[in-house]
């Protein structure tokens, strides 16, 4: 009897930015960071779940997402970096959501 040979499957990945599942959509260069995140990638930006995010966003203490068409959203670093700016710190009283609490201050 012979022996089996072991049959080895290679798999070729391309690193062609069409092979990609967003095949209309070219990967950004690594020098430039995104403008515009995803739901998930919001959520851990600012060091919360997902399902919190979207209470924060219900709240009014994040942000709401840009409508990029029918069904693609994405929120925009620049709002989220505001909005973490003004979040409370840790023993501060909550007040009001208005501006006018950091006019007078100023």
């Known amino acids: 009897m012979l022996p089996k040979k ?7 990945t391309v690193n062609s ?6 095949a209309n959509q070219m990967p ?4 430039l960071t995104p403008r515009l995140i995803s739901r998930e990638a919001a959520a851990a ?8 995010f979207d209470q924060m966003v219900k709240d ?5 997402p840009k409508s990029l068409g029918a069904r693609r ?8 970096n505001h909005a973490i700016d003004i979040l409370p710190s ?14 007078d201050a100023a």
């Open 45 to 52: 930006y600012v060091c919360v779940s997902p399902n919190t």
């Open 28 to 31: 950004l260069p690594p020098t």
């Open 60 to 64: 009014g203490l994040m942000p709401r």
């Open 6 to 12: 072991a049959v080895s499957l290679q798999l070729q």
């Open 90 to 103: 840790d023993g501060e009283n909550i007040c009001d959501k208005t501006w006018d609490d950091t006019r």
């Open 73 to 80: 959203k994405a929120y925009d670093v620049r709002e989220l």
């Open 17 to 22: 930015p069409w092979d990609s599942p967003m």
